[in-house]
């Protein structure tokens, strides 16, 4: 027997296709959309974050043209000031999450109270950070490092130490700015840094125009220097530009400490410190693990390291632009548009890591001697970059998950997960590689692939879940 579909059925079939296709296109264009206007909005904090990368690879390069063990020596300071500087920056990273809510509440009083109970914070984090590491720094003797580029890095550290007041008070700024969606003031300033950075290195770094030839220490100085500058430049612009004015204005009512607020600062600063904190630590807890194998290796794996953080920024530009959008909307309560900001920020984020991934694979031997000419340093840095393209796409997924996970608030059960993916997982399988497997820094770089694939997946799952949840209460209450 034959069954022909009634005529009424073929037309209802059509109009439900049609239906079909012009919800799947209106959800495109609305996702298409939304990835617009945060690239948009992350493009100078990109800029901006690329400017602050760039001075640690000029450096790195400049120091690195007199030897490498003066560019182990800088690579074993990084690693040192890594885990404290991201915690630092994770305090300050509260600022733009709740002015940013504030914001989206059009509530300008609450958004100047944020603001200055915020600085006050990070200004204590900052002094408190900068003297730990100052007067801590002989820890670089128990670390099981090359003698002699421990002698080199002591005075840098020093330095180093010191310049994370300005630079952590520079970044509180940026901050209010970035979580107001004036992304661009911040940027300008950073790109304003860099020639400041490069000549104060070319005079101090190598004597030039009658300077002493001051080598690492010369570095330091300049670093120091170039962070007083731009922070100082940024306050000026925040006090006296009309932008900021209305913010300004109410500062006699608004600029209260009070413990509420700080409650409610520490409630999203302390997690993202730990998180960014754990993620910091796991990348210089190996930069150390592999610096105990030579300075052959220490140097090679901070020029893949250096290559993978500049690429870095760039999702982190666009993990803290969606994590703004996310807030803001947040604070309104339009769930909807939560959920298509952060789709649209995860697409962007894996097409961006794919493209990264295929660069570090094609120029993975032009790359390194970017940085240093010894045969040795740059066959093992040009194995390592293959590994690094390998964790691009999960490394910039993480991010984006992370960052859109602290828009909505969500901050203890990350910090948790991001524990697991980095400590328990991807740092003892990274040591078995290395050392049980004798493997080496090959056997460290796939631990930490390991943990960032782990730390992508739990962290974008929990915000897809929690995203379809409150979009559904919404939309039933």
Known sequence: MIYRTPAKSLGYLYLTKVSTFAALKTRGWYMSSEATKTIKLALPIIIGEL???????????????????????????????????????????????????????????????????????????????????????????????????????LPFMKLMGMSLVPMLLFMTLKQF?????????????????????????????????????LELVGAGWATLITRTFIFLLLAFVVLKHSTFKRYILVSRSQWKLKAKTMKELLHIGIPSSLQMGMEAGAFAVSGIIIGTLGAVSQASHQIA??????????????????SIRVS??????????????????????????????????????????????????????????????????SDSTQAI?????????DV??????????????????????????KMGATGMWLGLITGLTLASVFLILRFLRISKRNERMSLAG
Not at 128 to 143: E, K, T
Not at 192 to 199: E, L, T, V
Not at 421 to 431: A, D, E
């Open 328 to 393: 803001n909307a947040y604070g309104g309560h339009n769930f909807s548009l939560i959920s298509r900001i952060g789709r649209s920020t995860l697409i962007t984020a894996l097409c961006y890591g794919i493209f990264c991934a295929v660069i570090f694979a094609v120029f993975r031997f032009q790359l390194p001697q970017l940085f240093n000419d010894n045969t040795e340093v740059v066959g093992l840095a040009s194995g390592l970059l293959l590994f690094a393209a390998v964790f691009q796409i």
């Open 177 to 213: 700015t970035d979580g107001l969606e004036y992304t661009r003031t911040a940027m300008l300033l950073s790109l304003i840094g860099m020639p400041i950075n490069i000549f104060l290195n070319w005079l101090l770094i190598y004597g030039n125009l009658g300077f002493p030839r």
């Open 51 to 153: 400017a602050q990368m760039a001075l640690h690879l000029i450096d790195a390069a400049m120091v690195g043209a007199i030897s490498y063990k003066q560019l182990a020596a800088a690579a074993l300071v990084l690693n040192a000031l890594n885990i404290p500087f991201v915690f630092g920056i994770g305090i300050t990273i509260s600022v733009s999450q709740m002015v940013s809510m504030a914001h989206g509440r059009r509530d300008g009083n609450l958004v100047s109270h944020y603001f200055f109970n915020g600085f006050v914070l990070c200004a204590i984090a900052a002094v408190a950070i900068s003297c730990l590491l100052v007067f801590g720094r002989n820890v670089l003797y128990h670390l099981g490092q090359d003698p002699e580029v421990v002698e080199l890095a």
């Open 401 to 409: 998950g992370a960052g859109l996970l602290r828009g909505i608030k």
């Open 305 to 322: 390291l250096s290559c993978a953080s500049f690429t870095f920024m760039v999702s982190m530009g666009l993990a803290q632009a969606g």
């Open 412 to 437: 203890k059960i990350p910090t948790i997960l991001v524990a697991i993916s980095y400590w328990v997982v991807g740092l003892p399988v990274g040591y078995l590689l290395a050392f049980h497997f």
